[in-house]
Structures are given as structure tokens and as C-alpha cells.
């Protein structure tokens, strides 16, 4: 059967993504090749949404998620601090997140006992942040943008914005 047989409904949500919504399955081995065969979705440079959740000080773009491609276990996104500015102090829940750095020389802040622990990066280099550690992004330049690309292992970006690295003191 060809693609086309298999095709119940298509959906576009106006953003100009086509999103196949159901694909009937008469036996396993048709399942298994609706499966295989979904099609690939590119995110033009430039498209990314800001419509997520966003943090004081940075500006959070989403490029691939649940809702902008149905992903199920993974969003990924960019991050943009301005030159000479701190984010706020944040965790992103149960997602862990990957973040790979672009552009700048951000550093990411996040506290380890009664201390506050310092990462400094440059591009190319890779950071790991586990889930519910609080932490923020700081862009020592007076010139430069900061920039990374963001992955994490939720569909969603899950922000929760924070008074302080340390949540439970006020």
C-alpha cells in the first residue's frame, strides 16, 4: 500500500507544518512500516518560536517539541543572553538537560552545598544539568551575545523560575 492509502487525516496547526494525525493499520507489519515511514521535519534558522516558557534576562527559543513537531521525548530549543547579563535563577523539573555552546562565553552558576559552583565555557564546549538543579546562565562580556542549543529529554520546556539557587530559603 502506498503512503496515501495509509493516511486518514493530516492536520495543520497554521503553522505550516503538516502533521500526519492518524494512520489506520490493518496487521503489526503495517504498523511497523507506518512507523518507519513519518516524515522528517525541518525547522528553518530564523522560525524558532518564543512562545515558551522564558526566564528573566535570557530569551528562550523553541525549535523542536511536542507542539511545534509532536515530538513525544525530546525538546530542543536556543538560549540568548545578552552581553553583561545574568538569568534568573531556574530548574527545568524531571527534564534532564544537554546544552552545547554556540556562541559567547556563558557561565553557568549552580550551587553546591552553601556554595555557589562556576562553570565557564566557550563555544563548542558541552554542559550537563541534571533534573530539579537550580541554576542560571551569566554572560560576562560587554560585547558578545552568549548562545546555546538546548536538548532536553522532556516534550516540552519545562521552566520553573526560582527566588534564589537555593528554593527553600527566603
Same mark, same amino acid.
Given at each position: ?5 495509509? $493516511? ?37 534558522? =530564523? ?33 540568548? $543572553? ?21 556562541? =559567547? ?7 553546591? =552545598?552553601?556554595? +555557589? ?6 563555544? =563548542? ?7 530539579? $538543579? ?21 516534550? +516540552? ?14
Amino acid at each position: 500500500m502506498s503512503r496515501q492509502e495509509h $493516511v486518514h487525516a493530516q492536520q495543520d496547526d497554521g503553522d505550516g507544518v503538516e502533521r500526519v494525525t492518524h494512520v489506520p493499520a490493518a496487521d503489526a507489519a503495517d504498523r511497523a512500516n507506518a512507523i518507519w515511514h513519518k516524515p522528517l521535519v525541518q525547522i528553518i534558522a =530564523g522560525t524558532l518560536s518564543g512562545s515558551t516558557t522564558q526566564t528573566s534576562g535570557m530569551t528562550r527559543l523553541e525549535a523542536i517539541s511536542g507542539r511545534t513537531v509532536g515530538s513525544e521525548k525530546l525538546w530542543m530549543g536556543e538560549t540568548h $543572553v545578552a552581553p553583561s547579563t545574568n538569568s534568573g535563577d531556574h530548574h527545568h523539573g524531571e527534564a534532564e538537560t544537554a546544552i552545547y555552546v554556540v556562541a =559567547g562565553h556563558p557561565v553557568f552558576v549552580f550551587p553546591e =552545598g552553601e556554595q +555557589e559552583k562556576r562553570i565557564e565555557t566557550k563555544p =563548542g564546549d558541552y554542559v550537563f544539568v541534571p533534573p530539579f $538543579v537550580p541554576h542560571r546562565e551569566e554572560n560576562p562580556s560587554a560585547d558578545d551575545e552568549a548562545v546555546v542549543v538546548i536538548a532536553r529529554s522532556t516534550q +516540552e520546556g519545562i521552566v520553573i523560575n526560582l527566588p534564589s539557587l537555593w528554593p527553600d530559603r527566603r
